[in-house]
């Protein structure tokens, strides 16, 4: 009976294993590389508009994802720092909503200027 169920498991069709959308989201990125490589007028733009968000995103963000994730993983652990994993929702919401709006403000400035 373990070896059936492997094979039905075996016989499912996963979207990473398709050969069409393989090639259709790669011509897509490819696609959308060259749009903005031709449209941006230098790499400082792309530079200050990606920069404020990974900035949010390495230093906020993926800690409290991955923070998360582990208390997610280790429900026991999470009741004993029940504290720690509230800090790290509010830091993560805060992060979010302080990326999206330092990007749309680099975006308005750029556009001004």
């Known amino acids: ?3 059936a169920s492997c094979q039905k498991s075996d ?3 996963h979207i990473s294993d398709s050969i069409v959308i393989h090639y259709v989201s790669t011509l897509l990125i490819v696609i959308t590389c060259y749009t903005v490589a031709v449209n941006v007028p230098g790499v400082a733009v792309v530079w200050a508009i990606v920069g404020c968000f990974m900035g949010y995103l390495l230093s906020f963000i993926l800690p409290c994802m991955c923070y998360l994730s582990i208390q997610k993983r280790y429900p026991a652990h999470a009741l004993e720092s029940r ?3 509230w800090f790290s ?3 993560l919401v805060v992060a979010i909503v302080a990326s ?3 990007t749309i403000q680099t975006i308005t400035s750029l556009i001004k200027s």
């Open 1 to 3: 009976s373990k070896e």
């Open 11 to 13: 016989s499912k069709v």
């Open 89 to 91: 929702w509010i830091v």
């Open 100 to 102: 999206i709006a330092c």
């Open 83 to 85: 504290s720690w994993v």
